[in-house]
């Protein structure tokens, strides 16, 4: 809903109905004050589960996997404003786009800094879960279940449709490559008019892709994840997110 202001893209999608969200962070000072206790507010009035969130820091987690080793701790203590932000609303999933393929980093030394990344995430109780963003090292699904071998249960992964296929790959193959360690995932359909749509105007095979997942144990949710220009009135989100919620408890998807 950007460029609406966070509060209130919130609170239209909860008088909408909608139950279940992914908070972006669009900037600092949402962190605390009167813009973190209004979403507090808005969350308590309406019930909204808020599962994860996403900070709008990630054009610079480069910085996190260079060889200046100062920068290190440094970034660690300011994602635990996120993490102790993410307290507040009982959110699990901290989405990390990670490093770019411009910034020349040995995967030893991401992995070794995404481990540290996750212990200090567990001691808030809450997860950090890599995306597979088509313009970051995470887009190559070798490179993934590498992480996924070198890290065991402290890889956590982000699986979104649209960035798969983006990168050239069929959602379902990262679900049959990562399996368990998927802990969360972006959705949009995917078809002729693009690969950021809204459930149902695609044709993919969503089917098959909600099997791999449900066979591979996930239990996680579904966030419908659009960008501006893949709806015209924000009611539509809210319209199109049941629309999903109603397939997937049809099919046995729920």
Avoid: W
């Amino acid at each position: 809903m950007y460029p609406k202001e966070l509060e209130k893209a919130f609170r239209t999608l909860a008088e909408d109905g909608v139950k279940t969200t992914e908070i972006f962070v669009n900037s600092h000072c949402e962190l605390s004050g009167p813009y973190l206790a209004e979403m507090l507010a808005v969350q308590k009035e309406y019930g909204v589960d808020v599962v994860s969130v996403h900070p709008f820091t990630c054009p610079i987690e480069p910085l996190f996997f260079t060889e200046y080793e100062r920068r290190v701790p440094d970034v660690i203590d300011y994602h635990k404003r996120f993490f102790e932000y993410m307290n507040r609303f009982g959110a699990r999933f901290f989405v990390l786009h990670g490093n770019k393929p411009q910034n020349p980093c040995p995967e030893e030394r991401y992995f070794e800094r995404f481990l540290k990344l996750q212990d200090a995430a567990e001691s808030f109780g809450v997860c950090v879960v890599q995306e597979n963003v088509q313009r970051c090292t995470g887009r190559d699904l070798g490179f993934l279940v590498r992480m996924k071998n070198a890290l065991g249960e402290k890889a956590a992964f982000v699986l979104d449709t649209k960035q798969a296929h983006r990168s050239g790959y069929d959602p379902k193959e990262l679900v049959l490559a990562l399996g368990s360690s998927i802990r969360h995932v972006h959705y949009s359909d995917f078809g002729e008019n693009g690969d950021c749509l809204k459930f149902g105007l695609g044709d993919y095979d969503n089917r098959a892709l909600f099997e791999a997942l449900k066979a591979n144990g996930y239990n996680g949710c579904l966030i419908l994840e659009l960008y501006r220009n893949g709806y015209g009135q924000d009611s539509e989100l809210a319209e199109n997110c049941r629309s999903l919620q109603e397939y997937l408890d049809k099919n046995g998807f729920n």
